[in-house]
């Protein structure tokens, strides 16, 4: 305790971390200062103290210091993703009206659990708003005689230029148009949503680990859990007609994504020199990077086990062989798969000729990463061990390699009958 000149006082306390601290304010008597010290110290003795320069520590400034902090561990699209979460969804104002929610100019110490939930509800209804708008937003719009065409039972093919009688009889009819059908989507923004909560508890848990908190305010049970519909695996059947309805220069790279289970960035970042077609096999070394306003580039695997070599069937090495020989240059160092003008195969690009080609096929489901579930799933109904097939598909947890390991009906029934085969044999 410390009187001051002004006749004033001053408290003075020692904070779990050992340093000496006075109070941020002067008291008139003693007395006053004590009853304060008692507080302090029964908030010290309850692990609920937390250090006065807490409250000077925005949201905002600790997040920019929590990135920069972890700029050299975090690979360039997680940093890049954090950033772009940060920004729209945990800083950003998140709701509307009077009830929106903007926790970046808060203290940290302002944040409470109450306070958490109701920006988690914000950013949940949000979130779900924005990605429905952009479920139902047509990138390509189809003439609507195809519509009416199919509706009618008439033969006309999914895409391409419509015939002149087609487009007649449309007219004739009345040229009506196809009703829009708004696609229910209960989990539509999920995924956002638990992106940005994740994110959120790490940097507060961070901030508890500082001592800038007592208790960790982010504490919503499974809102960074989201549970995504099952990932349905190609059979061999549809990987080949898939791979016929795409662009002649991607063929190949479905049938590579399908049966070796590479990620897509893998797979368009193979080079001529890593293709070792006359043994059967390929080396993965790289991934393709895509961040936003930057040109394309390359980077690591994304595990560290992300560097192997991979196998290949005959169907595969075949289909290599002579797409080098029509659509690869030369070069040691040229792509395997670029566009028709030489240039990297964005995920733009391959998601648009995905489209198509999966259209082509009844499976509008399909993405480039279900080539790659495809390929592990085929693998592992081949007899591939969970340890080979981490070493396969690049994965260094058991858990990731299980999550690709579905049976199918058939293999189920294979698996029935020879088990009964063996019970027959064995028990006379």
């Known amino acids: 305790m410390e009187q001051l000149p002004s006749r004033r006082w001053r408290a003075r306390y020692t904070g779990p971390d050992g340093k000496s601290r006075s109070a941020p304010r002067t008291f008139a008597t003693k007395g006053e200062a004590d009853r304060w010290l008692t507080l302090i110290h029964a908030e010290l003795l309850r692990g609920t103290w937390t250090a006065p320069e807490a409250a000077d520590i925005t949201l905002a400034d600790y997040t920019s210091a929590w990135l920069r902090q972890r700029t050299p561990q975090l690979r360039p699209r997680t940093l890049d993703l954090y950033r772009r979460l940060a920004d729209r969804w945990v800083l950003a104002p998140a709701g509307e009206g009077r009830h929106a929610i903007c926790l970046g100019h808060l203290p940290l110490r302002a944040l409470t659990p109450a306070l958490i939930r109701e920006w988690h509800a914000a950013v949940t209804t949000t979130a779900r708003a924005s990605a429905t708008a952009r479920g139902v937003t047509e990138t390509r719009r189809s003439h609507p005689a195809r519509a009416w065409a199919h509706a009618a039972g008439l033969n006309v093919a999914q895409t391409g230029r419509l015939s002149p009688a087609i487009v007649t009889a449309w ?13 229910s989507r209960p989990n539509a923004g999920r995924t956002i949503a638990a992106q940005a909560y994740r994110l959120l508890h790490a940097i507060l848990t961070t901030a ?15 809102a960074g859990h989201v ?12 990987v080949t007609r898939l791979a016929a309805a795409m662009p002649e220069q991607y063929r190949a790279a479905v049938l ?22 006359t043994h059967g096999r390929m080396n993965v070394r790289q991934t393709l990077v895509e961040l936003a306003g930057q040109p394309v580039a390359f980077g690591p695997p994304k595990t560290t086990a992300g560097r192997r070599t991979v196998a290949l069937p005959a169907i595969v090495t075949d289909a290599l062989t002579e797409h080098l020989a029509r659509h690869t240059d030369p070069s040691p160092d040229a792509l395997v798969f670029t566009t028709t003008t030489e240039l990297p195969v964005t995920s733009a690009t391959r998601s648009y000729a995905m489209r198509t080609a999966r259209t082509n096929i009844a499976r509008p489901d399909i993405t480039w990463h279900h080539l790659r579930h495809t390929g592990a799933t085929l693998a592992a109904q081949a007899g591939a061990t969970p340890a080979e097939l981490m070493a396969r598909i690049g994965h260094t ?3 990731a390699a299980h999550l690709y390991q579905h049976a199918s009906q058939d293999r189920d029934a294979q698996i029935a009958s020879a088990l009964d085969n063996l019970a027959r044999t064995e028990g006379g």
């Open 171 to 183: 007219k004739a009819a009345g040229a009506p148009r196809p009703s829009r059908v708004i696609p």
């Open 208 to 222: 508890t680990d500082d001592e800038l908190l007592t208790a960790n305010p982010a504490r919503i049970p499974g």
């Open 227 to 238: 549970t995504h519909p099952e990932r349905l695996p190609l059979t061999p059947d549809e």
């Open 256 to 277: 590579v994504a399908a049966w070796s289970g590479l990620r897509p960035g893998e797979v368009f970042a193979l080079r001529r020199r890593d293709l070792e077609l």
């Open 397 to 399: 947890s058991t858990r």
